[in-house]
């Protein structure tokens, strides 16, 4: 893979569709499991991963190694869908359509917030995670979003097993803080 990246950056084109083909299925079972956790799909594995290996792989990526791609592939598929869920959601409010019908039944119903809104939440406390902690934010990214098992995790990041473990406890807990009703 590193051999791959290296062409790629240097310009060799067969180089990216070996890249891709080479991630392609991973990438897609990361993205299955991934979209199972949320409870329902929010978009097809397969386009969640061709639209994220589009944005990794549209320019020349800078990733040095296998570890440094996956890094930044927990950054696309993060945007990918934050990006179709905001896309979804302005269809469903109707784009610039303003909508004046008013049902107080349905209005005063005590609906919880949809898998796409928790999403949105949860991609808000991601930002807010990243600005102090931007190691801890890519070690839950790695972890709830790639997939990455701990050693993964401390070899993608060049850092402790150890390190990683109290980077993870102390997320969860920030999160947890910041999704709190």
């Not at 949809?114 to 801890?136: G, H, I, S």
Request: aromatic share 6%.
């Amino acid at each position: 893979m590193t051999r791959l990246l290296q062409a790629y950056r240097a310009g060799d084109e067969s180089a990216r569709d070996a890249l891709y083909a080479l991630v392609y299925g991973e990438l897609k079972g990361i993205a299955i499991r991934r979209l199972a956790r949320m409870g329902r799909s929010i978009i097809d594995p397969t386009e969640l991963v061709n639209e994220a290996l589009l944005r990794l792989l549209g320019d020349r990526i800078q990733a040095q190694d296998r570890q440094h791609f996956f890094r930044i592939a927990a950054t696309a598929i993060r945007c990918t869908l934050i990006d179709v869920i905001r896309q979804r959601q302005a269809e469903k409010r109707g784009g610039d359509v303003v909508i004046t019908a008013f049902d107080p039944a349905r209005e005063s119903a005590p609906y919880g917030p949809t898998p796409d809104q928790r999403w949105l939440e949860v991609e808000d406390a991601l930002v807010a995670l990243d600005k102090p902690y931007p190691r801890q934010c890519r070690v839950i990214e790695l972890a709830f979003l790639v997939g990455l098992k701990q050693q993964e995790i401390a070899d993608a990041l060049a850092i402790n097993v150890r390190t990683v473990e109290r980077d993870l406890r102390f997320a969860k807990a920030w999160l947890r803080e910041q999704l709190a009703p």
